[in-house]
């Protein structure tokens, strides 16, 4: 148990629905992350939230879309997925700053078919 | 850019083997260095970090120097369990306007009884 909890575990949708994946952390955190972990390649930053404001955004496709209501809460709204950003999807919090290393949630594996 | 490099697995040892996965990084500021392990089944976690120059971080048997002269982070163990195997992951934070954590490709290790 790392304080960062990730809802649901699993997920199957098709290409025409619309999910919510959910992150919660009471850490005390002020940093949020999302990562997505495909077999065979390495972890991918999507989306990070500092102090509740969006500072980076590596290149996502627009099917994927962050909200961070709050610095406890984080979520990655999904519609219109394709079959091949089926994977892991990785929620972390941290404290800002170089020193502070991130704690994870345990993940929700997202199958679209 | 900022990057982490470590070796490909899969790692397959046998138990009481001594262990070295090897990491190095490109970054253009000062970073932290950690090491996270994932288990199967579950999101990362921390196993150990480095925040400056010359810093051994240790945790469960494990150790990484930090070495900047030569950009690396090693990871080392002198006995493998069997409980061991997992996913490695190398990591780099570097903090600028937030925080932002990359990750290595991460190695597979297999420790056989």
């Known amino acids: 148990e790392t304080g960062v909890t990730q809802t649901p575990r699993h997920l199957v949708m098709g290409m025409t629905n619309k999910k919510s994946l959910k992150c919660e952390q009471h850490?005390?955190?002020?940093?949020m992350y999302w990562y997505k972990q495909s077999a065979k390649k390495p972890l991918e930053l999507m989306f990070v939230?500092?102090?509740?404001?969006?500072?980076e955004n590596n290149s996502v496709p627009s099917r994927f879309s962050p909200e961070c209501p709050n610095s406890s809460h984080l979520f990655l709204h999904l519609h219109t997925l394709q079959p091949e950003d089926s994977a892991l999807y990785l929620c972390?919090?941290?404290?800002?700053?170089?020193?502070?290393?991130?704690?994870f949630g345990q993940g929700t594996r997202l199958t679209v078919v | 850019g900022d990057s982490v490099t470590q070796m490909e697995g899969p790692v397959t040892l046998s138990e009481e083997a001594f262990l070295t996965i090897n990491c190095t990084y490109t970054?253009?500021?000062?970073?932290?260095l950690f090491w996270y392990v994932q288990y199967p089944g579950e999101g990362l976690q921390l196993l150990l970090k480095?925040?400056?120059?010359?810093d051994k971080g240790s945790n469960k048997g494990f150790e990484a120097t930090y070495r900047k002269e030569t950009t690396s982070f090693h990871l080392e163990k002198g006995s493998v369990q069997v409980s061991d195997s997992a996913v490695y992951f190398c990591?780099?934070?570097?903090?600028?306007?937030?925080?932002?954590?990359?990750f290595g490709s991460g190695t597979r290790l297999s420790i056989r009884p």
């Open positions: 990591a780099l934070s570097l903090y600028s306007s937030a925080s932002k954590i990359i």
């Open positions: 939230y500092s102090l509740e404001e969006r500072v």
């Open positions: 850490l005390g955190h002020n940093a």
């Open positions: 480095a925040t400056k120059a010359d």
């Open positions: 972390a919090s941290s404290l800002r700053g170089r020193l502070k290393e991130a704690f």
């Open positions: 970054a253009t500021g000062y970073p932290s």
